[in-house]
């Protein structure tokens, strides 16, 4: 009893804070975040996930905040992958 759940995304492996919870971590908790962050996204694109880069991935490898977009929040605003844009594998 083998269902596929579909591709995987990085939506799917991604964890999003609103800008208060952000202020709630501590210096430590930022760099944990990051590093898991980078650390997912490199192993989708190694395992042969051909995703197109997420904003909040060029900003955390810049050092920069990851909610911070032109004034706003990057809340929930991965590109959504399509099946063609993504090469990659299937849940069972």
């Known amino acids: 009893m083998n269902k596929s759940l579909g591709p995987v995304s990085f939506k799917d492996v991604a964890v999003d804070f609103t800008q208060e919870e952000w202020q709630q971590l501590d210096p430590e908790q930022k760099t944990t975040y990051r590093d898991v962050m980078l ?6 694109v190694s395992i ?18 990851p909610w911070m977009v032109e004034g706003g929040f990057l809340l ?3 590109p959504e992958i399509t099946t063609s844009q993504i090469s990659c594998f299937s849940l069972p």
């Open 39 to 44: 650390e997912n996204y490199s192993h989708l």
């Open 48 to 65: 042969g996930c051909h995703v197109i880069k997420p904003e909040v991935i060029t900003k955390l490898e810049q050092g920069e905040e």
């Open 76 to 78: 929930q605003s991965y």
